[in-house]
């Protein structure tokens, strides 16, 4: 029977399944642990479950000694140095897979959303200003029939582009290494579904945003940092935008007074991308079958690299 931590309790029964094989401490707040309550739950852990809001560092393994399994309850795993791991030859899994139709679904909410102006509109009717159905009020952007370029051509980017089918959108599939900017400077709408590396850092970034048409509208639900929030603010601010959706941001939460936040034509969800019951309790599963096979000495089923 192994030690395992788990940073945060989580949906389903998944938990119950883990605990039925292995000491299971489960980090009681809501909020993240903090480095040092991290460091000290890990420290004679064999199994570290962890979620995308904790860092997994190099120098929180080597604080580890014990720790031969990390299961990272999410499809990214930017947050765990995956080198530093491997050099211990202690395996990571992720979260793959289930969470793809989900995050797909909200995707396509935000470009709806953004587009006919729905946060705007409600907000009026809430303030008492609707006054009688107006020719010019809330007028929005045409979905059907525009053009979409999704950025990022893994699950995701894949199952949004099945979903703009239904609108007779014009699809433009765009994966690392195309041309970016010639997809930019055609789409009505631009959606990201690429993973955080390096090379994507500010993938959108000035001379990005200045390549979009003005009535353009940005959604990213893969990582904040993909996206240049000063340069995205200055070009909503400026109107040289037409809108933004965002499920992620960086960092996570922005704070209320953000720069950001102050822009027209933005609408942020506080990442909550795969925030179904059926999603994250299958996310759950797979991160506790990736601890059982590791700390029984087997492959994970869903290793970060296969």
Request: net charge negative; glycine share 8%.
């Amino acid at each position: 029977m192994a030690h395992v931590f788990v940073t945060r309790q989580l949906p389903g029964n998944a938990l119950e399944r883990l605990a039925a094989e292995h000491d299971v401490e489960v980090w009681p707040g809501d909020m993240p642990p903090p480095a040092d309550e991290l460091r000290a739950g890990v420290a004679d852990a064999e199994g570290l479950l962890s979620l995308l809001s904790d860092r997994v560092d190099a120098d929180l393994i080597a604080s580890a000694p014990k720790l031969r399994a990390i299961a990272n309850y999410a499809i990214g795993f930017d947050n765990v140095d995956v080198d530093a791991a491997t050099a211990r030859s202690i395996q990571v899994g992720n979260t793959p897979d289930v969470l793809t139709d989900a995050t797909a679904d909200l995707a396509w909410a935000l470009m709806l959303a953004v587009a006919r102006r729905l946060v705007e509109a409600n907000r009026d009717v809430l303030d008492g200003k609707w006054r009688t159905w107006e020719p010019r009020g809330w007028i929005g952007v045409d979905v059907h029939g525009a053009t979409l370029a999704v950025i990022g051509a893994g699950r995701i980017g894949r199952a949004v582009a099945q979903r703009a089918v239904g609108f007779e959108m014009e699809v433009l599939m765009v994966d690392l290494g195309d041309d970016l900017h010639a997809a930019l400077e055609r789409a009505d709408f631009v959606s990201l579904h690429t993973p955080l590396t390096p090379e994507t850092r500010h993938l959108i970034d000035a001379d990005a945003l200045a390549r979009m048409k003005p009535t353009a509208i940005l959604v990213n639900t893969a990582r904040g940092p993909i996206v240049d929030q000063d340069a995205l603010a200055a070009a909503l601010r400026e109107g040289r935008l037409g809108g933004a959706g965002l499920d992620v941001t960086d960092p996570e939460p922005l704070p209320p007074d953000h720069p950001l936040l102050q822009t027209p034509n933005l609408l942020v969800v506080p990442h909550i991308g795969s925030a179904t019951t059926t999603a994250r309790a299958a996310m759950a599963d797979r991160a506790v079958d990736n601890l059982l096979a590791a700390l029984d000495g087997k492959p994970m089923p869903y290793p970060v690299h296969p």
